[in-house]
């Protein structure tokens, strides 16, 4: 089969490039080997999308060249993507921090893209494995399990490894390889930590407990939620600091984000009232939490046994280092399995920022998480995906 452009990998931004070269007139035929398009559409944001932010900006990604999503992300912007939204009266909701999910359910965003697609005549064929893919002098040659396509342009859009049971391989890179261009090193990221030993006992016993903190890893920090599991560490606030995290490096949790614990205890020891340390941390967060703290070795035993009026400037410190100031290095991550997203990728010096056509491949594409730009959670990833996509389908 003849076409103008193959799009491999019909994800968000496949899907995308494809509706955009379609609408141009280019023939377009989109090739997926799972058995439907949109998988990871379909499961983002709990079933209801997290589909975009409000704020988006070159800040919020992390590649080896933090200069080479900006282009993009400037010419499609999520107030681009919000048309398309409102085009299509889908309706949507923002949560926090930005984040644009749908009302309803996710396949709501989907339903958009393949609208999109049917209008622009673009052809989609599931269950195809790609044999092999082959330089020609007229663009490329594509073997498949669905037969051979030639084309002038060839788009790689397949995504990165994370989630592997919802079909994620690392295909991509191969192709790049293929055709000479590096990647970088890449790692599970927006992953929960697992932790071990006593510290894996209690996050067992705590599993459930949500609170908000402050995380920071060197220099990065964010304040979100974090949720004790029974394999570690999880919510939005590890997801996010996932991102920055390198193996052997520590982290540091703040439990009490935004208010001084040496003030409150000196005027808890002040004001004469004989509760207890516990009882007033516990007003401020979940009781089985501050039970199973004040337990730590962390604290000296005498910090435990003493009446507030009774604390001394040590115990303050004790106090406020363990709340304030808890320093963790976390033997690992959940991996791949469960990791939102893929971080590094094919290397974008090789890669043109306008076009995002390979620099010594002509007609070779590579767009959205394939590549080594990765964004924050909370819709930066779709958005990345959108403005990638748009961007090449003016080109393909």
Known sequence: METDCVVIGGGAAGLMCAATAGQRGRRVCVLDHANKVGKKI?????????????????????????????????????????????????????????????????RD???????ECRQAQVDIRT??????????????????????????SLVIATGGLSIPTMGATGFGYEVAEQFGLSITERDAALVPFTLRGQ????????????????????????????LFTHRGLSGPAILQISNYWQKGGAVSIDFLPGHALDEWLEQWRNDGQKT??????ANHLPKRFVEAWLQLPLFPEAVRQKSLPELSR??????????????????????????????????????????????TVSGLYFIGEVLDVTGWLGGYNFQWAWASGHCAGQYV
Request: aromatic share 10%; proline share 3%; with cysteine.
């Open 127 to 152: 269950r195809c494995s790609i044999e092999r893919i082959e330089k020609s002098d007229s663009g490329f040659d594509v073997h498949t399990t669905d037969g051979g396509f030639q084309c002038e």
């Open 199 to 226: 510290w894996l006992e209690l996050a067992k016993a705590l599993s459930g407990v949500s609170l908000p903190v402050s995380v920071s890893v060197d220099q990065q920090t964010f304040a979100e939620s974090l």
């Open 42 to 106: 379909l499961m983002s944001g709990g079933g209801r999308c997290n589909f975009t932010n409000y704020f988006v900006g070159p800040e919020n990604f992390i590649s080896r060249n933090p200069h080479f999503c900006i282009s993009a992300l400037r010419r499609y912007t999520p107030y681009d993507f919000l048309e398309l939204v409102h085009r299509h009266q889908l309706e949507y909701h923002e949560k926090t921090l930005g984040q644009l999910f749908c009302d309803h359910k996710s």
């Open 109 to 115: 965003i989907l339903d958009i893209l393949l609208s």
């Open 314 to 359: 040590s115990d303050f410190q004790a106090l406020c280092e363990g709340f304030h100031r808890w320093q963790l290095v976390p033997p690992g991550t959940e991996g791949y399995r469960t990791a939102e997203v893929t971080r590094g990728g094919v290397d974008t010096d090789a890669i043109s920022s306008k076009t995002f056509e390979a620099k």
């Open 276 to 281: 207890s340390l516990k009882n007033r941390l």
